[in-house]
């Protein structure tokens, strides 16, 4: 689907203007309450660390294998828009689940359905923005996206602490209250984004749930994707290991405000700089960035430490999440784009289950140290992998961008 000028909103496609929208109200919600959560359960419940990370990698993984199911069943029906609307409506009707838990197995419900949601909406959204844009502004329209997802994520944990610090440590209602951004969310997409695939596949064209419509380039990056995504554990376990290290719990929200500020001012000169220079170069540093980040983490021993890492953890996040999917777009055929988008997002979701429990298991017996030093050693492993990627020239890419 090529740009219409005459659609465009502060340069930009009105469906990539108003998904940035609806990324900002969602992150606004979930931000409200996912940096909380660790907190609740441990302060609140009293739950083990290593049951927050089966509490986290169950959430993750199983909610991801919906995913590529989603982003199949998008391309053969040929909607965007009504998937997204009832992914986001599925993680926006979880938050009364989490406001009123009474023990973990309620808070696992809630991440679940939360999590469930997004599973339903990644796939088809990430097609949308593919498909509404021009190929040279790939990185242009992904990084204005999660650029404006992550100033959700800067204002969630923002209103959340002036809300704990407010009402005294009231993490149910900071709960409850999450949960009206996530109605404007819903209520944008329904008012304001179009359809773009208006018909569905042929009966010859639809995709199968498997690797036969994909490039081996597109194979060998989930691979190393996925590989990175197994030491890539929750960020729950950065979270306390801030409290770990000594920062007060009201004020771990603000730590995770000032990561977003960085992550959501970074993510739109990233893509840009994707587009001129190509995504490749920006993914192999960052996987290399993170190896030192998790190091960091693991030898902290003092709380500027824990705010100095937070921030340099921004600049990886606005360097990874739109540039590589960016780079996905160009090796996916046109005609399966939610499929490849789903498939990427399920493989990645899922190694956040192990990598979650190895995790938590490293944590509880022998320190957080060694949960950092996992991630740092499969960070670099992915890092050397994709060199292919940066030996291979430009017209080594099976896969076009056809909007």
């Given at each position: 689907?090529?740009?219409?000028?005459?659609?465009?909103?502060?340069?930009?496609?009105?469906?990539?203007?108003?998904?940035?929208?609806?990324?900002?109200?969602?992150?606004?919600?979930?931000?409200?309450?996912?940096?909380?959560?660790?907190?609740?359960?441990?302060?609140?419940?009293?739950?083990?660390?290593?049951?927050?990370?089966?509490?986290?990698?169950?959430?993750?993984?199983?909610?991801?294998l919906l995913k590529v199911f989603?982003?199949?069943?998008?391309?053969?029906?040929?909607?965007?828009?009504?998937?997204?609307?009832?992914?986001?409506?599925?993680?926006?009707?979880?938050?009364?689940?989490?406001?009123?838990?009474?023990?973990?197995?309620?808070?696992?419900?809630?991440?679940?359905?939360?999590?469930?949601?997004?599973?339903?909406?990644?796939?088809?959204?990430?097609?949308?923005?593919?498909?509404?844009?021009?190929?040279?502004?790939?990185?242009?329209?992904?990084?204005?996206?999660?650029?404006?997802?992550?100033?959700?994520?800067?204002?969630?944990?923002?209103?959340?602490?002036?809300?704990?610090?407010?009402?005294?440590?009231?993490?149910?209602?900071?709960?409850?209250?999450?949960?009206?951004?996530?109605?404007?969310?819903?209520?944008?997409?329904?008012?304001?984004?179009?359809?773009?695939?208006?018909?569905?596949?042929?009966?010859?064209?639809?995709?199968?749930?498997?690797?036969?419509s994909f490039s081996g380039s597109?194979?060998?990056?989930?691979?190393?994707?996925?590989?990175?995504?197994?030491?890539?554990?929750?960020?729950?376990?950065?979270?306390?290991?801030?409290?770990?290290?000594?920062?007060?719990?009201?004020?771990?929200?603000?730590?995770?405000?000032?990561?977003?500020?960085?992550?959501?001012?970074?993510?739109?000169?990233?893509?840009?700089?994707?587009?001129?220079?190509?995504?490749?170069?920006?993914?192999?540093?960052?996987?290399?960035?993170?190896?030192?980040?998790?190091?960091?983490?693991?030898?902290?021993?003092?709380?500027?430490?824990?705010?100095?890492?937070?921030?340099?953890?921004?600049?990886?996040?606005?360097?990874?999440?739109?540039?590589?999917?960016?780079?996905?777009?160009?090796?996916?055929?046109?005609?399966?784009?939610?499929?490849?988008?789903?498939?990427?997002?399920?493989?990645?979701?899922?190694?956040?289950?192990?990598?979650?429990?190895?995790?938590?298991?490293?944590?509880?017996?022998?320190?957080?140290?060694?949960?950092?030093?996992?991630?740092?050693?499969?960070?670099?492993?992915?890092?050397?992998?994709?060199?292919f990627f940066l030996l291979l020239?430009?017209?080594?890419?099976?896969?076009?961008?056809?909007?």
């Amino acid at each position: 689907m090529q740009e219409n000028p005459s659609e465009k909103i502060c340069g930009l496609n009105r469906n990539i203007f108003f998904t940035g929208v609806v990324s900002f109200f969602m992150d606004f919600s979930s931000e409200m309450v996912y940096p909380l959560v660790p907190l609740f359960l441990s302060s609140v419940l009293g739950v083990q660390k290593s049951v927050i990370g089966l509490i986290e990698g169950i959430a993750e993984s199983t909610a991801s294998l919906l995913k590529v199911f989603s982003g199949w069943l998008s391309d053969r029906l040929g909607h965007r828009k009504w998937l997204m609307v009832v992914g986001y409506g599925i993680s926006t009707l979880s938050r009364p689940l989490v406001a009123t838990a009474p023990n973990w197995g309620q808070v696992l419900a809630s991440r679940f359905l939360d999590r469930f949601g997004k599973g339903v909406r990644n796939a088809p959204r990430d097609a949308l923005i593919a498909e509404s844009c021009e190929a040279p502004n790939l990185g242009r329209s992904f990084g204005f996206h999660r650029g404006m997802d992550t100033l959700g994520a800067v204002v969630g944990p923002a209103v959340a602490f002036g809300l704990l610090a407010y009402f005294h440590g009231q993490y149910r209602l900071v709960f409850w209250l999450s949960m009206i951004p996530g109605a404007l969310a819903v209520l944008t997409i329904i008012f304001f984004i179009r359809e773009t695939k208006a018909h569905p596949l042929d009966q010859t064209e639809k995709p199968k749930l498997g690797w036969a419509s994909f490039s081996g380039s597109y194979k060998f990056f989930i691979l190393v994707v996925t590989l990175f995504s197994l030491g890539n554990s929750s960020d729950v376990f950065l979270i306390l290991r801030a409290e770990n290290v000594g920062i007060p719990a009201a004020v771990i929200p603000l730590v995770y405000l000032v990561f977003n500020v960085i992550y959501s001012l970074g993510a739109l000169p990233a893509g840009i700089l994707s587009d001129r220079i190509g995504p490749k170069p920006i993914i192999f540093l960052a996987f290399t960035l993170f190896g030192f980040i998790y190091l960091g983490f693991g030898k902290a021993s003092h709380p500027v430490h824990i705010w100095l890492l937070f921030i340099v953890y921004g600049i990886f996040m606005a360097m990874t999440e739109g540039v590589q999917k960016a780079f996905l777009a160009t090796l996916v055929p046109s005609e399966f784009k939610a499929t490849g988008f789903g498939l990427y997002n399920t493989l990645v979701g899922l190694a956040m289950l192990p990598a979650s429990l190895i995790g938590g298991f490293l944590w509880d017996r022998l320190g957080p140290q060694a949960t950092f030093l996992y991630g740092s050693v499969t960070a670099w492993l992915a890092a050397l992998l994709f060199i292919f990627f940066l030996l291979l020239p430009k017209s080594s890419r099976v896969a076009s961008v056809n909007q």
